[in-house]
């Protein structure tokens, strides 16, 4: 008798050390194919970083137009409605991809385009291939501007509201699906 | 007791963790020193400060090297932005808060403790305190265990089958592990030892060279005909077709900006000619690496606006809404191209291919029938192994099937189309004449069939004969869309075939004026009123 109430108290023991460690990494693996699937599912990038500069006012550096290196590309002439600031480089292959994303958009507003790290020549080559969505073209060449916006790879785009202020970054290219649902809604927010 | 299963999940969380640790090692395991000498300052001091800071901040591009082990253009910026503000006199406070401000806690190494990441910073005491916990509650569970197995009311056999059972796990264990190295061992010296010979790269040496020597023949012969083509263009350089043989020629050989030249060259001389512009379209897609790029999407739509048929243009609209993930349209854009193309196109399986990839990736239900309209691409590539007369009584059964099928249902205006042009193909004018008409029956609202009826009965040379058929369709043209220009011609021709010269000159006369003066086009128009 009392060796068979032994015999289940030892049952009882292992169960729990099988079970603990076994539901610490359960967890652990839920929390990792959670992870993994909502970026395989596209709904997480880890690329994505988020920009402290939402809600701040855009940082106003001064940089010389493409189509005329004596004068400075100034957001101010622009206020009063949303615009998108795209930083873009001839020798960056995404860029290319958004193009037509971006000559979309130049219909509903101003687009303004930083030529981030690029030979003017070579932006300007790159539109005349690619098409020149553009409103006005600031040329970044050393990246101090790309640096006062916290840019850290071309494409990216920032979505100003009229009041000057930054709404919405996006690193990496414009495609049919940020097109859909995040700038066109964030566009439609903004006007 | 069973040690195997008890340690199993003690196994796996180990597994894991270690699994982890090795991919954070990873990262920094080979640091690689970045900073260049000309980036150094002069000042010791200030370097070192320089150092330091540019050893706490993130590189945003590589994500887990510092940027003073990054070689990434980000983090040269980033390092020259620390040492312009420190010889500006800023302390490093000042310094990280200012580029906190722009890239935000992710851009510190150290990441502060906040309602965000105090989880992270949590989670490894919280994982060490479990394990301790793991850890105790088994000691005693081993200690009650043992106490058991001492008590005298234990019995012998449950002690003596326990100890039987752990050793057991444990040759179960040995034999495992040993097998598992016996098993690598075994496929290293089989498959990945390094003294291994290229073998099947070294058998097929002969091949590989005479497959070099057919491409370089094949290269020397584009490269002739190319230069043959360019010295056409430099004889005579009036002639449209050496641009284009010259624009050909080059797009054999990938000289993207000879052809594209050659194309805006010919498209100039034409005055805008529809087919040149496409070619071009084409073209500068083709350079773009077959992305269609904004200004060839421009041509597309001026030529698509003028012919809503040119099928080159038809094929790259289509490809432009694929590519922009409208998948709908470029299916509907495709099938469009199929239905104005004949039946034998060379481009339609390519269309068909095109078609179940777009609708796959848009999730577009297709009936197999719209897949392949009319006769299936391999009963062409079966008609093309056939003799003439086979070939002939193979299409003339398609189409009588076909012709059946629209006795059935009339109002299939693709259908009429299709039989229409199966039977130009055939060479029978006056049933291609009589299922155009029919198509443009079918669709009395639809202007572009009217106009495609009226134009085949035209060209037919039967036109004396469906007089009664083209009036009947230039009134409902007409109504439709007055205005257009190939209707002015047409109404103009059957004015004339009913003897009424005055009202086709009228008609023609207001052709001419709507037309570029430099239009070849209007040079003829001009002589047929002149004949009138």
Request: charged content about 20%; some cysteine.
């Amino acid at each position: 008798m009392i060796g068979r109430t032994n015999n289940q108290s030892k049952r009882a023991g292992p169960k729990l050390s099988f079970i603990l460690p076994l539901v610490g990494f359960l967890i652990l693996a839920g929390f990792a194919a959670a992870a993994l699937f909502a970026t395989l599912s596209g709904s997480r990038n880890p690329a994505q970083l988020p920009s402290v500069l939402i809600s701040k006012p855009a940082p106003a550096t001064p940089a010389p137009m493409l189509d005329n290196a004596a004068a400075t590309l100034d957001l101010a002439t622009f206020a009063g409605r949303p615009l998108l600031v795209n930083f873009f480089a001839s020798w960056c292959a995404p860029c290319q991809a958004e193009a037509p994303a971006l000559a979309l958009l130049s219909e509903t507003l101003p687009v303004i385009g930083v030529a981030y790290k690029d030979k003017p020549a070579d932006t300007q080559a790159f539109l005349n291939q690619y098409g020149n969505p553009f409103s006005a073209i600031g040329v970044d060449r050393d990246g101090r501007l790309g640096l006062a916006w916290g840019v850290y790879g071309v494409p990216e785009s920032y979505l100003i509201g009229a009041d000057s202020k930054i709404l919405l970054r996006h690193a990496g290219p414009i495609d049919r699906r940020v097109l859909d649902e995040v700038l066109i809604p964030a566009i439609r927010d903004a006007q | 007791m069973r040690p195997v299963y008890r340690n199993f999940g003690l196994i796996l969380l180990l597994a894991f963790a270690v699994a982890m640790d090795i991919g954070g090692v990873s990262g920094i395991a080979t640091p690689a020193k970045a900073i260049t000498a000309e980036e150094m300052l002069d000042d010791p001091k200030l370097e070192s400060r320089a150092r330091n800071l540019s050893k706490q901040l993130r590189c945003l591009v590589c994500q887990n090297q510092s940027i003073d082990d990054s070689d990434a253009e980000l983090a040269r910026d980033l390092r020259r932005e620390v040492r312009e503000q420190l010889l500006e006199g800023a302390s490093d406070t000042e310094i990280i808060q200012m580029l906190r401000g722009k890239y935000g806690d992710y851009l510190l190494l150290n990441p502060p403790i906040s309602t965000g990441t105090f989880v992270l910073w949590l989670a490894p005491v919280a994982v060490l305190v479990t394990g301790v916990g793991i850890v105790l509650a088994a000691f005693r569970t081993r200690r009650l265990n043992g106490e058991t197995a001492q008590s005298p009311l234990q019995s012998v056999e449950v002690v003596a089958s326990g100890t039987e059972k752990s050793k057991t796990s444990i040759y179960l264990y040995f034999i495992c592990g040993t097998l598992v190295l016996a098993a690598s061992l075994g496929l290293y010296l089989l498959l990945g030892r390094a003294d291994l010979g290229d073998q099947p790269l070294a058998l097929r040496q002969a091949e590989i060279e005479t497959a070099a020597r057919t491409q370089a023949a094949q290269a020397e012969k584009l490269a002739t005909a190319l230069a043959a083509a360019k010295q056409q263009t430099i004889d005579q350089p009036e002639n449209v077709r050496s641009w284009l043989r010259l624009a050909q020629s080059a797009a054999m050989v990938d000289d993207s900006k000879t052809e594209i030249r050659a194309l805006k060259t010919a498209d100039e001389m034409t005055g805008g000619d529809d087919t040149v512009k496409s070619m071009l379209a084409e073209a500068l897609s083709r350079a773009a690496g077959g992305q269609i790029t904004v200004p060839a999407r421009e041509l597309i739509a001026s030529v698509l606006a003028r012919s809503p048929t040119e099928p080159r243009a038809l094929y790259l609209a289509a490809l432009a809404a694929y590519q922009d993930g409208e998948y709908a349209n470029a299916v509907s854009t495709w099938q469009k191209l199929q239905s104005v193309s004949a039946v034998d196109a060379p481009w339609m399986t390519l269309v068909d291919q095109n078609i179940a990839n777009a609708a796959a990736a848009g999730g577009i239900d297709i009936p197999k029938r719209q897949l392949r309209p009319g006769p299936d691409q391999a009963d062409i590539a079966a008609a093309n192994e056939m003799t003439e007369k086979e070939r002939r009584v193979m299409i003339e059964g398609m189409v009588s099937r076909l012709a059946e099928k629209l006795v059935e249902n009339p109002s299939d205006v693709e259908g009429w189309r299709r039989l229409g042009r199966a039977y130009e193909v055939l060479g029978r004018p006056a049933d291609a004449v009589s299922a155009m008409v029919s198509a443009a029956d079918a669709a009395p609202q639809d202007a572009d069939q009217q106009i495609a009826g009226l134009q085949t009965i035209m060209t037919s040379g039967l036109d004396r004969q469906y007089i009664t058929q083209a009036s009947r369709l230039i009134e409902r043209a007409t109504q439709l869309a007055p205005g257009r220009l190939d209707l002015l011609f047409l109404r103009g021709h059957f004015a004339k075939l009913a003897g009424n010269n005055n009202k086709a000159r009228e008609l023609w006369q207001s052709l001419l004026q709507k037309l570029p003066a430099d239009s070849p086009f209007a040079n003829d128009l001009e002589s047929a009123i002149a004949a009138l």
